[in-house]
């Protein structure tokens, strides 16, 4: 009897534990909804009519605090702790300078939710509404594997991956919505595409470029290679030339080759490294001595021919889709440039969050 009176008395302690864990945390469930509705009144900003929250510049603070420290790091050797963000670092105090990134990032973002609504993609541009979309989102997933279905993705968001994946989402479905037709601010015509191609065609040049190369072959057993090594290091510095390399080693043949990037496409063969000198030589220049199994060779850079038409077939859709980031980020700065901005500086000064 009094050993089930001693269990029933544990029983009950643990309900009692529970209970309290669980007071516990709808007691921070309900302070974070506090939070949440009453951040979300403190206008830091407002872009077209639609409000910025201080709740808002302080998720970007926190997005954008580590890419701060390090630029203060590699700028000024400085490490910031926490107490060390309002401390004056040269001309800038790195609490500002953090402020200052979260409400650029925050205004840039809230253009791209007001265009969205605009096309009909979102139903509201306000940092709350995200919010309850990601919770809206997780219900939907909980009740999903509730009912054994597949869920793709992370079964629950946290906002920091909610926020990124809708940006992105929302980004690329305005570059579609926005690029589908000649009267659409993005549309891309062909001509464009060429156009960009010419304009940057050493970026697209790579697995189109030929190189055509002299190559000298110099046998060497295993035991002679460290001397033969030093040997063809000193002539190519001296600029002896191919034909005069080859005069001083017995067995040396000399050859005309065309490599390609393609050639070395292999990480550490031969080739590989050959092609890596050749990309930033000019015609007359030699490489560098690579062994090679029977002994070493060296190139000399005769001419370099690039296939236009061959580099534009093969990265059309790699330029289509650098040139239409390209505009949609200068759509995005003109559709804001039209709107009206207002900022309370004063408010953006106080907000902080963990960790400064």
Known sequence: MSKRTGTSKRIKGWRRVWLLSGLIVVAGVLLAG???????????????GNAITDQEIA??????KSAVQNEFQVKFQVTLGKGDWTQRVGDLIPL????????????RDKVIFILAQAQGLLDSPDFDSLTASMETENREREAAIRRGEVVYG??????????????????TELKQMLSQHPEDPLYLERGDVESYHEEHASEWAANATNYEVTQLIV?????????AASALAELIAEQAGLEGIASRF??????????TEESGSYANSPAHQVVLQLRDMKPGELTAPVEIGEGFTVYRLD??????????????????????????EAYVEQ?????????????????TIPGI
């Open 34 to 48: 506090y939070m949440l509705a009453r951040d979300s009144h403190e206008e830091v900003a407002k872009v077209g």
């Open 59 to 64: 998720f970007q603070m926190d997005r954008l």
């Open 96 to 107: 500002h300078v953090l402020q200052e990134r979260a409400l650029e990032q925050a205004m």
């Open 154 to 171: 992370l079964t629950r968001f946290t906002l920091e991956p909610y926020y990124a994946h809708r940006l992105a989402s929302l980004e």
């Open 219 to 227: 046998p060497v057993p295993q035991e002679g290679k460290k001397g």
């Open 250 to 259: 017995e067995e040396a043949s000399i050859r005309t080759e065309t490599l």
């Open 303 to 328: 001419e370099v021919k690039v296939d236009e038409q061959k580099a534009l077939q093969r990265y059309e859709y790699q330029i289509k889709q650098q040139l239409l980031e390209e505009r949609f």
């Open 335 to 351: 559709y804001r440039g039209e709107l009206p901005v207002q900022v309370n500086r004063e408010l953006l000064a106080k907000v």
